[in-house]
C-alpha cells in the first residue's frame, strides 16, 4: 500500500517496468520479495503467452490494408486525452503536488480538457477572483474578471444564482427553485442577454418559459402568478396532453392552451387566471412568455440588464372551494420537498454573498497550467456562457492569451441539453459570446454544444415546423446567419450505460454505440469539415463495480479504438487526478484509473490505468505524428455470430501495423493467424519480422469486491514478449483480455 516502505518500490514498478522478452527474468529477480509473494507475480512474468500453435480454439484475423481503404487519422497528443473536474473544498492542494502528477501521467493520456461544474450547478464561476461588478458599490450584478494579469490564480469558485429557477435539472439534485419556494422575497428571472436588446429580434423569437411538474395528475382550474418586474404582458398557459414525461419524452405530447390561457395584455402584480370553466386533469403546465414590460426591477434602474425579460416570484394553482378561494395543490418549500419546476433560462446576476466555497473548487487557471497535469500540450478550457456574461467570458480567453497558456480549443458553456436549455437560445448566446471573444481573440476556436452522454439524437418539443433535433436546429440557426463557421468542433460526453445496467454483453454493444451516435450528429447537419470531439467519457454518468474490474479495462479499449476508426477527433478520458471507491451497482468503484484513499493518496492501480498504458503507450506512438486507422475482421464468432474478438488496427509513423485486439470471450482464449489485404488479385501478406506482443486480461488482473475495501489482486502490469517469425506465428489472446500485435509488414503500399 501507498505509505509504507516499499509503495515507490510498488508504483515504479507497475508504472514503468513493461517488460520485454529476455529482461523478465532479470527484472523478475530485482523484485521486491513482498510484492512477489503477495501478487504471484513470478508465474505471470514467466508464463508469457504462447505464439505457438496450441490446443486452443483457431482463428484468423484480416486487415483490411489495401490502398486507400484507411478510415480516418490522427496525432496521439491531440486525439488521445484526459480531464480534470471540480474538486471538494482543500482537495486542490492535496492533488496539485508533483508526485500525484506524476503518478497521473503515468497513464499516458495527453491533452487535458478543463471541466467546468458550476453551471452544472446552476452558479456563476468567477474564474479569475480578481474583477469588477456592473454595480461595485453594493458587490452584486453581473461580475467580469480582471483579463490583466494581476496575481497567481490557485483557487476559483462558484456563486449560486439566487434568481434559479429549475428545482433540479440533469446536472443537479441540490439547490431549489426560487417559483415555488414560498418566499415572498425571492424570485425567478430569465436571461437578460436573450431579449430584444441583445438578440435585434423580437422577443417571440425566443420565448421563456416556466413548466411546473405536479408529479401526477391533479385537478387544475386557476393559477395564480405573483409577477415582479420585468413582467410577462403577452404569455400563454398551457397544459400537456401527452401521457408521457414533458421534459424527459418531450415528443410524447403537446402542448395545448387553457381556454382562457392567452393574455395579451398582463398587468403585473398578482394575476389570478380562470384557466376554464371545469377542471382538467393535468401533469405539466408550462407558461410561455413572449412579451415583456421591460420594467426595472429590485435591482435599480442602473443597469438595463435589470428590466429585461420575465421574473416571478412565486405560482399557486389548483381549484376553487365553494366559497370561491383557491385550494393550492402546489407544495412551497425551499428545498428539493417543493412541487418541481423548470425554466428556459437564468439570469446570471449574483452578489458576493452567494459564494459557496464549500460546494467545490474549479482549479485556478494558473495553477492548472503551471502545475504539470496539462502535459506540456495545448488544453481545452471552458467558458461560462449559461449562466455568464459575454464580457466575462471575453476577458477570460483574453487573459489566456496574454499568459501564453496554449488552448487549443474553447467550449462554450456546459451540457445545456441537461439544463433544458432550447437550441435557438444557446445558439444566440453562442453567437453573442462568439463576437466578444473573437473581438479580442480572433483566433480562438469555439465549439460546443458539450451535450450530456446519450445514444441516441437529442429530441426538444417541436417548433413552428415541426422539428424536434436539438442539435439540428442549433446547426440551422447559425445557418441560417451565416456564421456556421463560428462552429470550429462539436463536443459531447459519452456515458454510454445506464450504471444498473451494465453487464458483460455491454462490451459487445461500445463499438455500435459510439459510431451510431457519430453518425446521428451527422445526419443532423453537422458539416464534413467540423471535427468531433468527445470531452469527456467513461463506463456510465454513476459508479459501478465496472468501472474497475477487467470489464473497465477491456471497455476502454473498445471505446478508444471504435472511435478513433469510426473517424473521430479526440477522446478525453474522466478523469485524470485520482478518486476514492464509492459505492454503486454491483459493488464499489471509481473513475479513476486509480483506487486512492479519502486523501487522494494512491492505494493501486485499476484496470483502466492499465488499460490506458496498452492505449497510449503500446497501441500507438506517443507523439505529434500521424496515426492512420483501418478496418479488420475475425472468424471467430460465438454462437449467436457475434464476433468475440474486437480488432482496432493503427499504421504508425514507424512504419509497424498496430492490432489492438480485445478477446471478450470470459472463458476461451484463441490461437489467431494474421494477414492484410493489400487488395484484390494481390496475395495477402503476414507480419515480416519480429512481432512485439502485449498483453493484459483476467490472467494479469482480478478485481475482488469488498465494499470500501475492494481491490484487485492480482494486480500485475501487461506482459509484453517479442515473436521472432511473425509471417508464420499464431498468436495466443488469453480470456477476457487486451493484446497488441505490433511489427512490420513488407508488401503494404
Known amino acids: 500500500m501507498i505509505g509504507d516502505d516499499n509503495s515507490h518500490s510498488k508504483m515504479d514498478f507497475s508504472r514503468r517496468k513493461f517488460l520485454t522478452g529476455a529482461a523478465t527474468a532479470a527484472a523478475y529477480a530485482a523484485l521486491p520479495r513482498w510484492l512477489i509473494g503477495r501478487s504471484g507475480l513470478r508465474e505471470k512474468m514467466l508464463a508469457l503467452p504462447s505464439t505457438s500453435r496450441t490446443s486452443v480454439p483457431q482463428g484468423s484475423i484480416i486487415v483490411n490494408a489495401a490502398a486507400g481503404h484507411l478510415t480516418n487519422s490522427f496525432r496521439p497528443d491531440q486525439a488521445l486525452g484526459t480531464s480534470i473536474d471540480i474538486q471538494r473544498f482543500g482537495a486542490v492542494d492535496e492533488l496539485y503536488t508533483l508526485s500525484v502528477i506524476e503518478e497521473c501521467l503515468s497513464a499516458g493520456w495527453g491533452p487535458v480538457t478543463y471541466r467546468q461544474n458550476t453551471e452544472l450547478k446552476i452558479a456563476a464561476w468567477h474564474w479569475n477572483p480578481t474583477g469588477k461588478w456592473s454595480d461595485e458599490a453594493n458587490k452584486s450584478g453581473y461580475f467580469t474578471g480582471s483579463s490583466e494579469l494581476t496575481g497567481f490564480i490557485r483557487h476559483s469558485y462558484g456563486y449560486p444564482l439566487p434568481h434559479r429557477g429549475h428545482t433540479r435539472n440533469l446536472g443537479t439534485l441540490s439547490g431549489y427553485s426560487r417559483i415555488t419556494d414560498g418566499n415572498p422575497d425571492t424570485f425567478w428571472k430569465s436571461n437578460p442577454y436573450l431579449t430584444r436588446h441583445f438578440t435585434g429580434e423580437d422577443d417571440s423569437h425566443h420565448p421563456q418559459w416556466v413548466v411546473v411538474d405536479f408529479g401526477a395528475e391533479q385537478a387544475l382550474q386557476v393559477i395564480e402568478i405573483d409577477w415582479t418586474d420585468p413582467y410577462a404582458i403577452e404569455f400563454e398557459i398551457q397544459y400537456w396532453t401527452g401521457k408521457g414525461d414533458a421534459m424527459g419524452a418531450p415528443t410524447s405530447g403537446v402542448w395545448t392552451a387553457f381556454p382562457n390561457g392567452i393574455v395579451y395584455h398582463g398587468k403585473g402584480g398578482n394575476e389570478t387566471i380562470n384557466l376554464c370553466d371545469s377542471p382538467i386533469m393535468v401533469r405539466f403546465v408550462r407558461i410561455l412568455m413572449t412579451g415583456s414590460s421591460n420594467t426595472y426591477g429590485t435591482h435599480g434602474t442602473g443597469d438595463i440588464r435589470s428590466s429585461l425579460g420575465y421574473a416571478i416570484k412565486e405560482i399557486h394553482a389548483g381549484t376553487l372551494s365553494g366559497d370561491g378561494k383557491l385550494v393550492d395543490i402546489i407544495q412551497h418549500s425551499p428545498d428539493q420537498n417543493q412541487t418541481t419546476t423548470y425554466c428556459s433560462s437564468i439570469d446570471p446576476w449574483h452578489s458576493a454573498a452567494d459564494l459557496d466555497e464549500h460546494a467545490g473548487d474549479q482549479t485556478g487557471f494558473d495553477l492548472f497550467f503551471t502545475s504539470g497535469v496539462t502535459n506540456k500540450l495545448p488544453a481545452i478550457i471552458p467558458i461560462a456562457m449559461i449562466y455568464g456574461s459575454h464580457e466575462d467570458a471575453a476577458a477570460e480567453i483574453a487573459y489566456l492569451r496574454q499568459r501564453g497558456y496554449p488552448v487549443s480549443h474553447v467550449e462554450m458553456g456546459e451540457e445545456p441539453d441537461g439544463q433544458y436549455f432550447m437550441p435557438e437560445d444557446y445558439a444566440e448566446l453562442y453567437l453573442q459570446f462568439a463576437t466578444a471573444i473573437h473581438k479580442l481573440v480572433p483566433d480562438a476556436k469555439l465549439g460546443g454544444p458539450v451535450f450530456t452522454g446519450v445514444n441516441e439524437d437529442i429530441k426538444v418539443w417541436p417548433d413552428e415546423k415541426g422539428r424536434t433535433s436539438w442539435l439540428g436546429r442549433f446547426l440551422d440557426y447559425l445557418k441560417s446567419r451565416d456564421r456556421i463557421s463560428e462552429l470550429a468542433f462539436m463536443s459531447f460526453e459519452h456515458y454510454p450505460f445506464a450504471p444498473c445496467d451494465v453487464t458483460w454483453s455491454s462490451l459487445y454493444q461500445e463499438p455500435q454505440l459510439v459510431s451510431h451516435i457519430m453518425q446521428v450528429w451527422k445526419d443532423d447537419g453537422l458539416p464534413d469539415n467540423v471535427p468531433m470531439l468527445i ?48 459505492p454503486g451497482c454491483h459493488g464499489w468503484g471509481t473513475f479513476s484509473p486509480f483506487n486512492a484513499d479519502k486523501k487522494h493518496i494512491i492505494k493501486q492501480y485499476t484496470s483502466q490505468y492499465h488499460a490506458s498504458r496498452v492505449i497510449n503507450l503500446e497501441w500507438v506512438m506517443p507523439g505529434h505524428e500521424v496515426h492512420e486507422t483501418y478496418h479488420a475482421r475475425s472468424n471467430v464468432k460465438d454462437a449467436a455470430g457475434q464476433e468475440l474478438l474486437a480488432v482496432y488496427v493503427v499504421k504508425r509513423p514507424d512504419d509497424q501495423w498496430s492490432l489492438m485486439i480485445v478477446n471478450r470471450d470470459q472463458e476461451n482464449s484463441y490461437a489467431v493467424d494474421v494477414t492484410f489485404d493489400v487488395g484484390e488479385g494481390k496475395k495477402e501478406v503476414h507480419f515480416s519480422g519480429p512481432v512485439t506482443m502485449v498483453t493484459f486480461g483476467s490472467e494479469q488482473y482480478v478485481w475482488h469486491s469488498g465494499g470500501p475495501n475492494s481491490e484487485a489482486n ?10 521472432e517469425d511473425g509471417e508464420e506465428a499464431s498468436f495466443t489472446l488469453p480470456k477476457a483480455s487486451i493484446t497488441i500485435l505490433r511489427g512490420k509488414v513488407e508488401g503494404v503500399a
Open 714 to 723: 492480482p494486480d500485475s502490469p501487461p506482459v509484453t514478449s517479442t515473436v
Open 535 to 582: 470531452t469527456e467519457s467513461n463506463l456510465s454518468w454513476s459508479l459501478d463495480q465496472s468501472f474497475v474490474n477487467i470489464f473497465g479495462g477491456l471497455w476502454l479499449a473498445e471505446y478508444a479504438g471504435s472511435f478513433l476508426t469510426a473517424g473521430g477527433s479526440a477522446i478525453y478520458y474522466f478523469q485524470f487526478f485520482p478518486m476514492p471507491l464509492s
